[in-house]
């Protein structure tokens, strides 16, 4: 069984910056396929980044490209949320999610592909 706990949110105004984390338990090594989904009240889970970390192959949101980053620590077992350049519209609950298999690419930011899911934690973004 994986568990994952995500930490890092919090409140900050536009253009800060963030940087989300997600402890795996018992090991990343075990999660082929990670990824960062969020959900805004009122709206549906979407997908926000993924990596492959059988070969590094990273997708992501089209909302984010180029102010949010996804890496990994493996010998901290996490996986992290580089978030830079905030916008109101970030705001939400982000939740770390993993899955037991490899999906292609044009499928990974979809939330059914994901097998563990973490407790999520909150972004407030302000203007």
């Known amino acids: 069984q994986v568990r994952l706990a995500e930490s890092g949110g919090g409140s900050v105004q536009a253009g800060g910056s963030l940087r989300l984390s997600c402890a795996v338990s018992p090991t990343i090594t075990t999660t082929p396929l990670m990824g960062w989904f969020r959900q805004a009240p009122g709206k549906e889970r979407e997908g926000v980044a993924t990596?492959?970390?059988?070969?590094?192959?990273?997708v992501y949101a089209d909302f984010v490209v180029g102010r949010f980053t996804i890496s990994q620590d493996n010998a901290k077992n996490t996986l992290y949320l580089q978030m830079n350049s905030l916008k109101p519209e970030d705001t939400g609950e982000y939740y770390c999610?993993?899955?037991?298999?490899?999906?292609?690419?044009?499928?990974?930011?979809?939330?059914?592909?994901?097998?563990?899911w973490g407790q999520g934690t909150q972004v407030s973004v302000s203007s």
């Open positions: 999610a993993a899955s037991r298999n490899l999906w292609p690419e044009s499928l990974t930011l979809g939330a059914p592909q994901y097998d563990y």
């Open positions: 990596l492959n970390r059988s070969d590094g192959r990273i």
